[in-house]
C-alpha cells in the first residue's frame, strides 16, 4: 500500500501543494519550523482522521482562513482509493471514501495503516498514562476494528458512570441499581478491552527488544510492562468494592481507563534513568515494533512517517537506523531532516532505489 498523490489546500501553514510521490522513499528537507512535519501531518490526518498532536481541527486550518481540504489518492492491493477530508469552523468534518461520505470516522481506521516516528512522541515517556493508553489503543485499532468499538463503548459507560455519581453528590442521593447498569456495561467491555492489550504487549515486547538491541548494539536491555487492575483480581468484584470511594471522590477509579505501561531501561524507569539518546533509541524502536506488528497481521506494509529522528542521537545509533530504513523491509517511507548528509546515506545504502526529494521554505514545496 502507498500514497500515489497529496492535494492540501490551508493546512497549518501550507497554503496549498499538489504533490506526487515515489512508491519507496520520500525526502523533505528544509530549516526548522517552514513546514516539513505538517505535510507527514496531512499524511497522517488520511489514515486517522485527525492530526498527530491531537489538535482541535479548528487549530488545523491556516491563519486568516475558515477551511482546509486534503485529498490522498493511494494504491492499495492493486486499486486505487480517493481519500477526501474537508474541514469549515462552524461545520461536522466530512471524509470520504472515493464518493461515499463515512457516516461514523471510526468506520475508516485501518484502511490506511500508518507508523509516525516524531520528537512529540517523548510525550510517551515524560507524560501521563493517558499517553500510554493512546498508544496501545492507535495500534490496535489499525488491525483490530471491533476493539474501537469496544472503546467507544466503554468510554460512553464511564462518562454515563461519572456524571451518576455527580448527580448522587449533588442531590444527596445514592441508587445502586441505577449505577450497576453503567457498571455491567464497564465490565463487559473493560475485561475484552484487558485481555486484547494484554495480548499486544505479550507479542510487542519482543519485536520491541530486538529492534532496541540492534540500534543500541546490545549495549542496553529494555522491558514493557503493562500495568492493569484487572491483572490483579475480578473486575466485577473490584468495581463494587470501590463504590464507596467512587462516591466520595465522584468518579470511577477502577477499571481500564486507569492502565499504563511500565517502561524501563534495565530494571528502572526510563523516564528517570534515560539519556536524550537512549530515550530516543526506546521510541525508536517501539515505533518499528509496532510497524512489524501492523504489517504481520493486516499483510499490508504501512506507511512509515519519519520526522526529524536522528536528531540527540549520536553516530553509531544513526547508523544503524540509515541501515534498518534502507533495506527493503519497509514499504513507503517519508523523512524529514535538515541535514541532506543523513538522506543521501539512506539513499546510498538502499542503493539508489527509487526516490523523490522535496525542498521545503516556508510552507512552499518544490521536487529537487
Known sequence: ?????????????????????????????????VGKTNILDCIYYLSFCKSYFNLPDNQNIRH???????????????????????????????????KKEYERLSDHIGLLPLVMISPSDSILIQGGSEERRRFMDSVISQYDRPY?????RYNRALFQRNNLLKNFAANNTY?????????EQLILNGEKIHRKRKEFINDLLPVFQKYYEFISDNH?????????????????????????K?????????????DDLDLKIGDYPIKRQGSQGQNKTYLISLKFAQYDFIRSINKIDPILLLDDIFDKLDSSRVEKIVQLVSENSFGQIFITDTNREHLDSIIREAGGTDYHIFIVTDGQINSY
Not at 469552523?89 to 472515493?98: A, E, L, P, S, V
Request: aromatic fraction near 10%.
Open 220 to 244: 542496553e536491555t529494555v522491558k514493557l510492562e503493562y500495568q492493569s487492575q484487572l491483572s490483579s483480581g475480578d473486575f466485577r468484584n473490584m468495581i463494587c468494592e470501590a463504590v464507596p
Open 64 to 98: 486568516q482562513e475558515d477551511f482546509f481540504v486534503l485529498q490522498g489518492k493511494y494504491e492499495i492491493q492493486d486499486q486505487t482509493e480517493d481519500i477526501y477530508c474537508g474541514y469549515k469552523t462552524g461545520h461536522k468534518k466530512k471524509f470520504r471514501r472515493g
Open 1 to 33: 500500500m502507498h500514497i500515489l498523490d497529496l492535494s492540501v489546500i490551508n493546512y497549518k501553514n501550507l497554503a496549498q501543494a499538489d504533490l506526487h510521490f515515489s512508491a519507496k522513499l520520500n525526502c523533505f528537507i528544509g530549516k526548522n519550523g
Open 148 to 152: 474501537l468499538d469496544l472503546l467507544l
Open 246 to 258: 467512587d462516591k466520595l471522590l465522584q468518579y470511577s477509579t477502577v477499571g481500564v481507563h486507569k
Open 175 to 183: 441508587d445502586r441499581d441505577s449505577l450497576e447498569v453503567w457498571d
